[in-house]
């Protein structure tokens, strides 16, 4: 449709990141279809248009989260052809997202998340071939910096050498850029790691990028689907399905609780846009069933 193409061109002069970019044009192009489909156009009275198509997703799909984030789509799209003059009215309460009643988002228990961080540190302890016993440092250090800085998987494998000085390490994406410290212990993984990868792969001193791959990839940076099989390994072999993104809420859950008396911007500090994210990931959590979310972030 020629107007979503217009659409993608307006949300790539904003810096907006592919994968936003890509769903904000596919939910604009099923709303367009949607309105084809009730034999109506734009002209035609676009809160009612809307009404009928808010309950048309919440009869298509099941959880609030889908519902939620293709309302947030909706209300990008109707601004811009509002602003374009395709529609007279922006009807904003109409795409209002639905409170959440999510179910809760199981937390590790710390015992769990002992044994997930010193599953490939054995491997690398006790195995025998080489390249095995790098790669286990390798994912080791990865996911030990996940569960000490919970740090998104895109923003891990974007991680380079040049990002590390001093005990800080920067994190970097499309918007925003945030430092954080590393512990002394971490640092020196670090360098165990980047010691043995030089003697592993006697080039990489040339490379930037931290993680990097075997085989014919051994001198490009690993992708998000590398870090995903390192976490299938951990849960096939533990018996405990485990993501990133789990080790992830772990931390964070922990570290907002410690820091319950400085609450100075804390959800910036894990990559959160705004500070209303951050209450509805721990208001989530199932090990927060007695803790006042509201009054520990105010």
Same mark, same amino acid.
């Given at each position: 449709?020629?107007?979503?193409?217009?659409?993608r061109?307006?949300?790539?002069?904003?810096?907006?990141?592919?994968?936003?970019?890509?769903?904000?044009?596919?939910?604009?192009?099923?709303?367009?279809?949607?309105?084809?489909?009730?034999?109506?156009?734009?002209? +035609?009275?676009? #809160?009612?248009?809307?009404?009928?198509?808010?309950?048309?997703?919440?009869?298509?799909? %099941?959880?609030?989260?889908?519902?939620?984030?293709?309302? @947030?789509?909706?209300k990008?799209?109707? +601004?811009?052809?509002?602003s #374009?003059?395709?529609?007279?009215?922006?009807?904003?309460?109409?795409?209002?997202p639905l409170?959440?009643?999510?179910?809760?988002?199981?937390?590790?228990?710390?015992?769990?998340?002992?044994?997930? !961080?010193?599953?490939?540190?054995?491997?690398?302890?006790?195995?025998?071939?080489?390249?095995? #016993?790098?790669?286990?440092?390798?994912?080791?250090?990865?996911?030990?910096l996940?569960?000490?800085?919970?740090?998104?998987? @895109?923003?891990?494998?974007?991680?380079?050498?040049?990002?590390?000085?001093?005990?800080?390490?920067?994190?970097?994406s499309?918007?925003?850029?945030?430092?954080?410290e590393?512990?002394?212990?971490?640092?020196?993984?670090?360098n165990?790691?980047?010691?043995?990868?030089?003697?592993?792969?006697p080039?990489?001193?040339?490379?930037?990028?931290?993680?990097?791959?075997?085989?014919?990839?051994?001198?490009?940076?690993? %992708?998000?689907?590398?870090?995903e099989? !390192?976490?299938?390994?951990?849960?096939?072999?533990?018996?405990?399905?485990?993501?990133? %993104?789990?080790?992830?809420?772990?931390?964070?859950?922990?570290?907002?609780?410690?820091?319950a008396?400085?609450?100075?911007?804390?959800?910036?500090?894990?990559?959160?846009?705004?500070? +209303?994210?951050?209450?509805?990931?721990?208001? #989530?959590? %199932?090990?927060?069933?007695?803790?006042?979310?509201?009054?520990?972030?105010?």
């Amino acid at each position: 449709m020629e107007l979503v193409l217009y659409y993608r061109t307006f949300l790539e002069s904003l810096n907006k990141s592919p994968h936003t970019i890509k769903q904000y044009c596919i939910d604009g192009e099923q709303f367009l279809i949607f309105v084809q489909e009730q034999n109506k156009d734009l002209h +035609s009275n676009i #809160r009612t248009l809307v009404k009928d198509y808010v309950n048309h997703l919440k009869a298509s799909y %099941t959880t609030h989260t889908t519902i939620n984030r293709k309302l @947030s789509s909706l209300k990008s799209f109707l +601004s811009y052809i509002h602003s #374009r003059g395709l529609i007279q009215e922006l009807p904003v309460e109409d795409v209002q997202p639905l409170k959440n009643n999510e179910t809760k988002i199981k937390t590790l228990k710390e015992h769990q998340l002992k044994r997930i !961080i010193r599953f490939w540190l054995s491997i690398y302890e006790t195995s025998e071939d080489p390249e095995f #016993r790098w790669i286990a440092l390798r994912n080791f250090c990865i996911v030990r910096l996940i569960a000490e800085l919970s740090l998104k998987p @895109s923003e891990l494998v974007m991680l380079k050498w040049t990002h590390v000085k001093d005990n800080i390490i920067t994190i970097r994406s499309r918007k925003k850029i945030r430092k954080l410290e590393i512990s002394s212990s971490m640092m020196e993984w670090f360098n165990i790691y980047r010691n043995e990868t030089v003697q592993m792969f006697p080039l990489s001193n040339q490379v930037d990028a931290i993680w990097l791959g075997v085989g014919n990839k051994k001198y490009s940076p690993i %992708t998000v689907k590398t870090i995903e099989r !390192i976490f299938q390994s951990i849960s096939k072999q533990l018996g405990l399905k485990v993501t990133a %993104t789990d080790i992830r809420y772990a931390t964070i859950n922990k570290e907002v609780v410690q820091q319950a008396d400085q609450q100075l911007e804390i959800y910036k500090q894990f990559g959160y846009a705004r500070k +209303s994210v951050l209450k509805d990931r721990l208001k #989530r959590f %199932t090990n927060n069933e007695k803790i006042d979310v509201d009054k520990l972030l105010e």
